[in-house]
């Protein structure tokens, strides 16, 4: 579990492809270094969060570490088979305080940046969600762009998409790869994992209530 508050940037420097026993591609083996990002407190097994991605440490040393990334991962996320600036968490324990939100890093799939717009100090980004998500983000509610937690400041639906607006301020900006980002571009996005349980919960209890009133009917 991690937060969306990136804690540094690090860097991708080696995409190797895996296969099986039958020689079928079988994922990815990322190399990525750890940048001003310490990792003492860092072991084999643990996760890190890269650009929203929850990855398992499998090999780990004081200038980088190693991790396998599936195929499923690959069909759901962007920009772990390209070399380049990446977001790092490391998973946060229970006692930490969050500052962002709740994050599985368990990406809920590929959003694209249509609108990059400086206001002030400050940078406005409009990113189209895929429409089947639109249901699960709301106005001052919160999403994970690349592993970045930001407050949602609009949403409109619209047939293509699902159109979010959210604001960088300056220390976003500098301190995670948004800068390195553009229009067109493409993110990952996990939705609000509260907002997701609840729209599922109140689809449960609609169900109930109709069978429970089909059941009532039935017995007339």
């Not at 490391?90 to 994050?103: E, F, M, N, Q, T």
């Not at 609000?192 to 449960?204: F, G």
């Amino acid at each position: 579990m991690f937060s969306g508050i990136v804690e540094g940037k690090g860097e991708l420097v080696l995409v190797k492809s895996r296969r099986d026993k039958s020689k079928k591609l079988a994922g990815l083996r990322i190399k990525v270094n750890w940048g001003c990002l310490s990792n003492s407190d860092v072991q084999i097994g643990d996760s890190v969060s890269v650009n929203g991605i929850c990855l398992t440490v499998v090999t780990n040393n004081f200038e980088s570490f190693e991790a396998d990334v599936s195929n499923e991962t690959l069909l759901r996320t962007v920009g772990l088979e390209k070399l380049g600036v990446v977001n790092l968490e490391k998973a946060i324990k229970y006692s930490d305080r969050i500052g962002g939100h709740l994050v599985t890093g368990h990406v809920d799939g590929v959003a694209e940046i249509v609108l990059i717009e400086s206001i002030d100090n400050s940078r406005k980004l409009d990113v189209l969600i895929p429409q089947t998500f639109g249901k699960f983000i709301s106005k001052k509610g919160s999403i994970a762009l690349n592993g970045v937690s930001l407050t949602v400041n609009s949403v409109e639906d619209f047939h293509n998409g699902c159109l979010v607006s959210v604001n960088l301020i300056p220390h976003t900006w500098e301190t995670t790869s948004f800068a390195q980002l553009k229009t067109n571009s493409k993110v990952n996005f996990e939705v609000d994992l509260i907002a997701r349980n609840l729209y599922r919960l109140l689809q449960d209890r609609e169900l109930l209530e109709e069978n429970s009133k089909n059941k009532k009917n039935d017995t007339r």
